[in-house]
């Protein structure tokens, strides 16, 4: 099995597309397929269904892809580590941050870091809580950001930052005018959420319990996959929200949302990274830059 070949198959896989694949990793679509039927054959595994044209992952690939990913990361540290040796600060740095993170917290570091270490490729990708920290554990990323609590003991977890959740209804809503809104009023409403698996919904579910509400006794409207889907909803109709003060900000000044009196704790911004994985040079100094900075 070679690096070559992994990467092959972690692109297939990412996309479950030869052609798109083939097309990324620069190469031919025959030289991709073989590389995997080359795979499958050494190891008498079927990684991947023909189905007509098109492929998708067995079982047995779903499993190989966290351990293919992992492998191409650890290699990936190791010519890092390599390098640094050599003097000097190079390469590339690969982050991922949940959404409220990515769009208005953290940009502004990755901006300072850059100013001061040019010769760092930073690459910045979006998830939420559940695929950030699922990514920094099979070292698809070397550094994590998220807004939701994990309890993962291979991951050091530090916290960087604090943010406010707020309820937020358009103008008109029977909510916008005033009124102190109980734990008893939260069922009454029509609420637009984030995916399962978010920072916002987590934070907000655990809330919800704390004050004897159960989750599952809201209505849920909809489920948005992002914050701008959820604004952008709320701002239609008479529904309710929970997003970041940050997120609804602008929203909030243009009088395009109002702020509901209800008080939700505060939730931390937490940076991870992988406690066993080597830790580069360039993924030090920005840990340096946001910890330094007081959050």
């Given at each position: 099995?070679t690096?070559?070949?992994?990467?092959?198959?972690?692109?297939?896989?990412?996309r479950?597309?030869?052609?798109?694949?083939?097309?990324d990793?620069?190469?031919?679509?025959?030289a991709?397929?073989?590389?995997v039927?080359?795979?499958?054959?050494?190891?008498?595994?079927?990684?991947?269904?023909?189905?007509?044209?098109?492929?998708?992952?067995t079982?047995?690939?779903?499993?190989?892809?966290?351990?293919?990913?992992?492998?191409?990361?650890?290699?990936?540290a190791?010519e890092?580590?390599?390098?640094?040796?050599?003097?000097?600060?190079?390469g590339?740095?690969?982050?991922q941050?949940?959404q409220?993170i990515?769009?208005y917290?953290?940009?502004?570091?990755?901006?300072?870091?850059h100013?001061?270490?040019?010769?760092?490729?930073?690459?910045?990708?979006?998830?939420?809580?559940?695929?950030?920290t699922?990514?920094?554990?099979?070292?698809a990323?070397?550094?994590?950001?998220?807004?939701g609590?994990?309890?993962?003991?291979?991951?050091?977890?530090?916290?960087?930052?604090h943010?406010?959740?707020?309820?937020?209804?358009?103008?008109?809503?029977?909510?916008?005018?005033?009124?102190?809104v109980?734990?008893?009023?939260?069922?009454?409403?029509r609420?637009?959420?984030?995916?399962?698996?978010?920072?916002?919904?987590?934070?907000?579910?655990?809330?919800?319990?704390?004050?004897?509400?159960?989750?599952?006794?809201?209505?849920v409207?909809l489920?948005?996959?992002?914050?701008?889907?959820?604004?952008s909803?709320?701002?239609?109709?008479?529904?309710?929200?929970?997003?970041?003060?940050?997120?609804?900000g602008?929203?909030?000044?243009?009088?395009?949302?109002?702020?509901?009196?209800?008080?939700i704790?505060?939730?931390?911004?937490?940076?991870?990274?992988?406690?066993e994985?080597?830790?580069?040079?360039?993924?030090?100094?920005?840990?340096m830059?946001?910890?330094?900075?007081?959050?």
């Amino acid at each position: 099995m070679t690096l070559e070949q992994l990467r092959i198959f972690v692109a297939v896989a990412e996309r479950e597309h030869l052609t798109r694949a083939a097309e990324d990793l620069r190469l031919t679509p025959s030289a991709v397929s073989s590389a995997v039927r080359v795979l499958e054959d050494r190891y008498g595994a079927t990684l991947f269904h023909r189905v007509g044209r098109r492929i998708e992952m067995t079982e047995g690939g779903r499993q190989f892809l966290p351990e293919a990913r992992a492998t191409l990361a650890s290699a990936k540290a190791a010519e890092l580590a390599l390098s640094e040796l050599g003097g000097g600060l190079r390469g590339s740095l690969t982050l991922q941050a949940s959404q409220t993170i990515a769009s208005y917290w953290v940009a502004p570091f990755l901006a300072r870091y850059h100013d001061v270490h040019p010769t760092i490729d930073l690459r910045l990708e979006i998830g939420n809580t559940q695929s950030v920290t699922q990514a920094v554990l099979e070292g698809a990323a070397e550094i994590g950001f998220i807004e939701g609590a994990i309890d993962e003991p291979a991951l050091h977890v530090q916290t960087v930052a604090h943010d406010r959740l707020i309820v937020v209804v358009a103008p008109g809503h029977p909510w916008s005018d005033g009124r102190v809104v109980r734990a008893y009023d939260i069922a009454t409403a029509r609420w637009i959420m984030r995916e399962a698996g978010s920072g916002t919904r987590s934070a907000f579910e655990e809330a919800l319990r704390a004050w004897g509400v159960d989750p599952a006794a809201l209505e849920v409207a909809l489920v948005l996959p992002s914050n701008e889907a959820v604004r952008s909803a709320v701002r239609s109709g008479p529904y309710v929200t929970v997003m970041s003060e940050l997120v609804a900000g602008p929203d909030l000044q243009a009088g395009r949302l109002v702020r509901i009196g209800f008080d939700i704790p505060p939730r931390a911004f937490r940076m991870l990274r992988h406690k066993e994985r080597y830790f580069t040079k360039a993924a030090k100094m920005l840990e340096m830059v946001i910890t330094q900075s007081g959050g």
